[in-house]
C-alpha cells in the first residue's frame, strides 16, 4: 500500500469522526431542545421499536431496489438497442424524471393501498430512473462492430446481452446502481412517512410530531449509515469493475 493510499483511507475513516464531534459541538451549544447529542441519540435507538422499524424499511428498500435494478436494465437496454423507440420515450423518460415525484404519491396510494405495496412502488420508481438513463445511453456506446459480429455469428438476443452488452455496460450500470439505491431509500423513506404504521418514515413523523429529538436523530444517523455503507461497497465494485478497463485503455 502506498503512502498516498494510506493518507486517503486515514482522511476517510477520520470524516465519521469529525461529523461525529461537529454534531457534538452543535447539541452543545444549541441544546437538547433543538439538537440531542450523539450519546442520547444512539441510546434511543435501544428499544423493541428500532429492529422492527429497521426491517420495516430494508426489506422494502430492497425490494423496490431489486425490482426498479431488473426493470431499469431491461428498458434501457431496450431503448438504447432500438434507435426509433430510444428517440421517441427519451425526452418523456427525461421529463417524467424531472416530475417532483412527491406529488404523485396519491396515484400510489390508490393504487397499491396503504402499507408495504405503496412504499416498494414508491421506492422503485425514485429508483428506476438512474438506472434506465444510465443503461440506454451506455448502451447505444456499445462498439458497433461487436453487435455485428454476434449478429454474423448468429447469436440469440440472450446469449448477445450475455457476451457483448452486458461486459461493455457493467461499469457504467454499477453507478447507476449505486444512484438508484440511494434514491430508492429516499422513495420508501416518502412512502412511510405518508402511508404506513411501520418503519423508519413512520417513526420519523411520530418522533417530530411528539418533539423526541433523540429518536428523530438517532433515525436520521442510522439512515445515513445505511445509505454510506451501501454506497461504499457499490462504489469500490463499481472501481473495481472499472480497473481492468482503465488498465486495457491505457495499453
Not at 204 to 216: F, G, S, Y
Amino acid at each position: 500500500m502506498t503512502a498516498q493510499r494510506t493518507t486517503i483511507l486515514i482522511g476517510q475513516a477520520a470524516i465519521p469522526l469529525v461529523l461525529l464531534a461537529l454534531w457534538q459541538v452543535s447539541a452543545m451549544l444549541a441544546g437538547d431542545f433543538y439538537i440531542a447529542t450523539p450519546a442520547d441519540a444512539f441510546a434511543a435507538l435501544d428499544r423493541d421499536w428500532f429492529f422492527d422499524s429497521l426491517g420495516a424499511t430494508l426489506l422494502a428498500a430492497f425490494v423496490g431496489f431489486l425490482i426498479a435494478a431488473a426493470a431499469g436494465l431491461w428498458i434501457g437496454v431496450t431503448l438504447g438497442l432500438t434507435r426509433f423507440w430510444g428517440k421517441v420515450l427519451e425526452p418523456v423518460t427525461l421529463s417524467v424524471y424531472s416530475i417532483p415525484k412527491v406529488t404523485l404519491f396519491p396515484i400510489f396510494l390508490t393504487v397499491f393501498g396503504f402499507g408495504l405495496g405503496s412504499k416498494v412502488a414508491f421506492g422503485m420508481f425514485h429508483g428506476i430512473f438512474p438506472i434506465l438513463i444510465i443503461a440506454m445511453n451506455a448502451t447505444r456506446e456499445v462498439n458497433v462492430v461487436h453487435l455485428k459480429v454476434a449478429r454474423s455469428l448468429r447469436l440469440s438476443r440472450t446469449q448477445t446481452f450475455k457476451q457483448v452488452i452486458f461486459p461493455s455496460i457493467y461499469p457504467s450500470l454499477l453507478t447507476g446502481l449505486r444512484l438508484g439505491f440511494s434514491l430508492t431509500l429516499l422513495g420508501v423513506i416518502l412512502g412511510e412517512m405518508f402511508a404506513s404504521r411501520a418503519g423508519f418514515g413512520y417513526e420519523l413523523v411520530e418522533a417530530i410530531t411528539l418533539h423526541d429529538m433523540p429518536r428523530m436523530y438517532g433515525i436520521v444517523a442510522t439512515l445515513v449509515v445505511i445509505a454510506f455503507v451501501v454506497n461504499a461497497l457499490l462504489l469500490r465494485w463499481e472501481q473495481a469493475a472499472s480497473g481492468p478497463r482503465r488498465a486495457v485503455a491505457a495499453r
